[in-house]
């Protein structure tokens, strides 16, 4: 940190953002119960960095189907990847992490699993400054009490999609065909 001529203060950290995608979007749809709920990146993580830098942002996620306009989004604002991870995110988050810890300031864990506090305790002792970002009502209490600092994610970061409604649609064109003449003479 260096001082400004006019006394003010300016934060010179560099932050890494590592995602548990699976725990982040189970805490999300059990607090919404709607499954086409999504986090909505544009606002959470200018709140999480505060006045500090993004040195990455790298979204785990289990399993092959992973949206492919999240990972154009995460990448054209955010430089950053998505991760296919073959089962849990928490090995692959917790390499990246360490591999990250020489690296950055702070590294801010997007999970409330309980599986994290040991990394939490390690990166620590590595001298990195470790937050947590998760829903508070399915976040390990171990967790936090492990951590630098903990931000609540809340309803204000997340969105609901609207689902669009054509099988109404596609049932009427059917009940279309079957009165047209040709339909009928066979």
Known sequence: MSATENGTVLISQSVAILVDGNNIERSIHSETNKPNTMLNFDTLVPRLLGNRGLNRLVYFREGKQISSKLKERLHSNYHG?????????????????????????????????????ELVSHLKA?????????????????????????????RDDWFT??????????SQRGKQQDKSPESKSG
């Open 81 to 117: 990847s998505v991760r296919p991870c073959r089962k849990s995110a928490d090995i692959p988050l917790s390499i990246k992490a360490t591999q990250l810890a020489s690296k950055v300031d702070t590294i801010i864990i997007m999970s409330g699993d309980s599986d994290f506090v």
């Open 126 to 154: 590595e001298g990195v400054r470790v937050e947590i970002a998760s829903v508070p009502s399915t976040t390990s209490k171990l967790l936090t009490g492990e951590a630098d600092y903990v931000h609540e994610i809340t």
């Open 161 to 170: 999609l609207e689902t669009k409604k054509t099988t109404r649609k596609k």
